[in-house]
Nanobody, 126 residues
Framework: QAQLVDSGGGLVQPGGSLRLSCEAA??????????IGWFRQAPGKGREPVSC????????WYADSVKGRFTISRDDAANSVYLQMNSLKPEDTAVYYC?????????????????WGQGTQVTVSS
């Protein structure tokens, strides 16, 4: 069973920054062709894609709501993916989940991903 371990959430003021980490414990980023990235789920809302890397092309994808503020990156030596979140807004408040799959693509909906982290809470509030 593939494991994803996500971390790095917390409480931050509007305009602040956080960096989320996702350790892909049983994938090998330098070898496996997967889509890996982040979804988020705000209270009372569905889970939505935020950002993603397609490891075969190293292409990156961002939801329109986070473009220019969030940056996704990978470290193959650490077998990890990171999400640097800058200029955070209260509407970014959500549980953020790392997700990955061999058969998914960046921007794909929730049901295309079989492997999930446990989630990390991000709260943006003054």
């Amino acid at each position: 069973q593939a494991q994803l371990v996500d971390s790095g959430g917390g409480l931050v003021q509007p305009g602040g920054s956080l960096r989320l980490s996702c350790e892909a414990a049983t994938f090998t980023l330098s070898r496996d062709y997967i889509a890996i990235g982040w979804f988020r789920q705000a209270p009372g809302k569905g889970r939505e894609p935020v950002s993603c890397i397609n490891t075969s092309e190293n292409s990156q994808w961002y939801a329109d709501s986070v473009k220019g503020r969030f940056t996704i990156s990978r470290d193959d030596a650490a077998n990890s993916v990171y999400l640097q979140m800058n200029s955070l807004k209260p509407e970014d408040t959500a549980v953020y989940y790392c997700a990955a799959d061999y058969d998914a693509w960046c921007g794909a909906p929730v049901n295309q991903y079989d492997y999930w982290g446990q989630g990390t809470q991000v709260t943006v509030s003054s």
